[in-house]
């Protein structure tokens, strides 16, 4: 079955729209270097590839609009039998134009000579200027020559617009293709929290549970990891961004995990945290049964009409009050709320975009105002409480830290959790972590 262009054309005529006239050039990502002659594994500009669909290395799309209609042109390797015996497979400029539904296609190489021609006489260039100084270069380069033609009469764009601030716009609201690959990166996550549950023991290291997410990402066909993912044990869970998981796992401690893999471009986001003996102890219940239920009062706030920072303010007054219920913090709900004195226990924000990226593009707040939430957005719920040992806390709340996340599609009616499926009350961990769900 061939590559369906229709979803890639429709983005382009949705961004065409928004300029009516004038040239956006959005490059794809370089290769990296990993040491010496060896190269990272590839993988694409998310901007790129959500108007294209094309995931080769030295590729540039210049869409072209006039009256709102769009031309895409795209630059990109030549075939090259002998490249491709070493590096495998190149469409080629004839082969992509058509298997992408593209309108023109040529070699990279052509670049050069072919930009100033498409830039002059056009009003507004859209461009991400500063995210690539060798990109930066070429399209310098590029309305130079096109300065040059000046007195026969020829003109640069008189505007140069950030393309990306216009594609977050249009990326934030996923299409319907969309979706559905973002509901089977969650169900392949999904499954390989399972699977951590079921296979975590008593001194295994965390790194050999990190390896039972990675086997059932790839076996069910997700390219990556969609980020390093933690596997924290212990005290280790306190430590927001731990992904050295080199620790041994010991019986009586908490495991957090924060995994999720990347389909097709598309991330999956998910946290859980279970006993590594299978069964929560009287205080680790206390704290994870009280992110729950922040989590809950996030995930009812998220709905069409409802403001982005509304789940996380939902979950920071029960996480206040449940952390003055068990004489963690002191004062009213209010005054810890007003003096972040929650922060102690739980620094970070609740939510963010989630798309082709794990932080996707989209919106967050213009000064004061939070953007309102629509339809077909996607954004995470993961509250969580963080008790480092301290002096003034019972030491038997040391070293728990507890996350729960799950990725929320806005709906018409509210959300849906498409990570609903790994479990998350502590009697669905300890039915399943003992084989009986």
């Known amino acids: 079955m061939g590559l369906d262009t229709t979803h890639y054309a429709a983005r382009r005529r949705r961004l065409a729209e928004r300029m009516v006239d004038g040239v956006a050039v959005i490059p794809t990502a370089p290769e990296r270097l990993r040491n010496r002659d060896t190269h990272y594994p590839y993988r694409h500009d998310s901007y790129f590839h959500y108007l ?65 021609e498409i830039l002059a006489d056009r009003p507004r260039l859209l461009y ?72 975590v023991r008593a001194g295994m290291w965390e790194y050999e549970l990190e390896a039972e997410l990675l086997y059932e990402f790839r076996r069910h066909g997700a390219q990556s990891p969609a980020y390093p993912s933690i596997v924290a ?59 729950l239920a922040a989590q809950a009062a996030a995930v009812a706030a998220v709905a069409p009409g409802r403001h982005f920072n509304e789940p996380h303010e939902a979950a920071v007054r029960v996480l206040c009050q449940g952390l003055s219920d068990l004489g963690l913090l002191s004062g009213s709900v209010d005054d810890m709320i007003a003096e972040e004195r929650y922060k102690r226990f739980y620094m970070h924000r609740t939510s963010h975009w989630l798309g082709r990226d794990v932080h ?59 990570t609903a499926a790994t479990p998350k009350t502590v009697a669905e961990i300890e039915a399943w972590m003992a084989g009986r769900a």
């Open 52 to 116: 294209t669909g094309f995931d080769e290395p030295e590729a540039v799309l210049v869409l072209e609009v006039r009256a709102g209609v769009p031309t895409a042109n795209l630059f990109c390797r030549p075939k090259d039998a002998e490249r491709e015996i070493w590096d495998g497979f190149r469409h080629g400029p004839e082969a992509a134009c058509e298997v992408f539904g593209l309108d023109a296609a040529w070699p990279i190489g052509e670049l050069d000579a072919r930009l100033p």
């Open 233 to 291: 044990g212990g005290a280790s869970a306190c430590v927001l961004h731990y992904v050295s998981n080199d620790r041994q796992l010991a019986d009586g401690d908490l495991v957090l995990i924060d995994a999720g893999c990347e389909l097709d471009g598309y991330a999956s986001d998910i946290t859980r945290t279970f006993p590594v003996n299978g069964r929560f102890s009287v205080a680790q219940r206390e704290i994870y049964e009280l992110v």
């Open 128 to 199: 991400a200027f500063g995210h690539d100084p060798t990109w930066d270069g070429c399209i310098a380069r590029a309305l130079e020559a096109v300065r040059q033609l000046a007195r026969s009469g020829r003109t640069t764009p008189e505007a140069i617009v950030d393309v990306r601030a216009w594609l977050d716009r249009l990326r934030v609201t996923k299409d319907a293709s969309e979706i559905d690959t973002m509901r089977r990166a969650a169900e392949i996550s999904g499954r390989a929290h399972r699977r951590a549950m079921r296979s």
């Open 360 to 418: 996707d593009a989209g919106p967050y707040r213009v000064g004061e105002t939070w953007p309102v939430l629509a339809p077909g957005q996607v954004l995470t719920v993961e509250p969580g409480c963080y008790i480092r040992a301290a002096g003034d806390i019972p030491e038997k709340y040391w070293h728990i830290g507890v996350r729960i996340e799950d990725d929320a599609l806005v709906t018409e009616a509210g959300c849906e959790l498409i």
